[in-house]
């Protein structure tokens, strides 16, 4: 095993690592019932000052295929627009570019990711999702007066990874 860091019983340290700080999608508890106070229905634009810029198709290919494959699943990397309808039990979104997403609070399947959806303690929506050889984990954070949504998104694959911070402004019904 040259080169790879292994723990007792097989365990490889890099795994684990990201197991423990990252979260695997089905091992992290996390509570599948909105607080009062977290509701996303309504259209969000991107807030281009406060959010970085979104990575271009070619830059990611040259990082490696596993990459760019990965983060094509996630359009929240490249959206600068939003509309989101919550229920209680989950919430639907429609990208700009017609993707749409449709995500269920709890431990769920999507294609090839599963996926584990719910509330942290502070209230935050935390999305982690793995496949065999990549994971994500989105974290989104709502201000008090539930007008600025911050989502913060990492995408890892092919030991490669990205890392992105992208703001949306609630717009007037």
């Known amino acids: 095993m040259r080169g790879k860091r292994v723990l007792g019983n097989g365990w490889y340290l890099p795994g684990l690592l ?3 700080l990252g979260g695997c999608a089905s091992g992290v508890v996390l509570d599948h019932t909105p607080p009062a106070n977290f509701n996303l229905d309504g259209v969000w634009l991107l807030d281009p000052l ?19 494959m990965a983060a094509q699943d996630f359009p929240v990397i490249r959206t600068r627009r939003m509309r989101i309808e919550q229920s209680h039990d989950s919430v639907g979104i429609e990208y700009d570019g017609g993707a749409y997403r449709d995500l269920s609070w709890g431990v769920r399947r ?3 990711w599963e996926v584990n959806a719910g509330w942290e303690e502070d209230g ?8 065999a050889d990549a994971e994500a984990r989105e974290m989104l954070q709502l201000s008090d007066d539930g007008q600025r949504l911050v989502v913060h998104i990492e995408v890892s694959a092919d030991r490669q990874s990205i890392a992105l911070v992208r703001t949306f402004i ?3 019904r």
């Open 18 to 20: 990201l197991c423990l």
């Open 124 to 131: 935050q929506l935390l999305i982690l999702s793995e496949a």
């Open 110 to 112: 999507r294609g090839l």
């Open 170 to 172: 609630r717009q007037p």
């Open 50 to 68: 406060d959010s970085d810029p979104a990575p271009k198709p070619q830059q990611l290919r040259k990082r490696g295929f596993g990459i760019a």
